[in-house]
C-alpha cells in the first residue's frame, strides 16, 4: 500500500535553554519554512507528493542541524537554503541520495 505521501521530511527544530547544541541554533526552523515553501513553489508540498514537518530532538545533536526523508529514512545534515535546495532536487525529484549531506552511520 503507498503512504499518503510520496516522501516526509521531518526537520528537527528542537531548542535547549541550558546551552546543549541543538538544531535551531542553526537556523532549522528558518530552513524548514523555506524548504516548505520552496516545495510549495513547485507544486509538490501536497498529498501524493511531500510533506514537510517540524520535529522535536532526533538525538543527533552533535552533527545538527538534520532532517529525515522518509520512506526511505535517509539522514541529512544541511549548512543552508542551497544545500536544501540540493536534497530537493536531487533526492526528492531525481531520487538519488545527496551523498555529500548524508550523515554518517545513518541508513
Not at 546543549?20 to 501524493?48: I, M, Q
Amino acid at each position: 500500500m503507498a503512504g499518503y505521501y510520496r516522501y516526509h521530511l521531518f526537520f528537527c527544530v528542537n531548542q535547549r535553554d541550558d546551552g546543549t547544541p541543538c538544531c535551531a541554533e542553526h537556523g532549522a526552523r528558518r530552513v524548514r519554512d523555506y524548504a516548505k515553501e520552496r516545495l510549495k513553489a513547485l507544486g509538490l508540498h501536497a498529498p501524493g507528493e511531500i510533506r514537510v514537518n517540524k520535529a522535536g530532538c532526533m538525538g543527533r545533536c552533535d552533527q545538527g542541524p538534520v532532517l529525515v526523508v522518509y520512506p526511505e529514512g535517509v539522514w541529512y545534515t544541511y549548512v543552508d537554503e542551497e544545500d536544501i535546495d540540493e536534497i530537493i532536487e536531487q533526492h526528492l525529484r531525481q531520487g538519488r541520495v545527496v551523498e555529500r549531506l548524508r550523515l554518517p552511520g545513518a541508513p
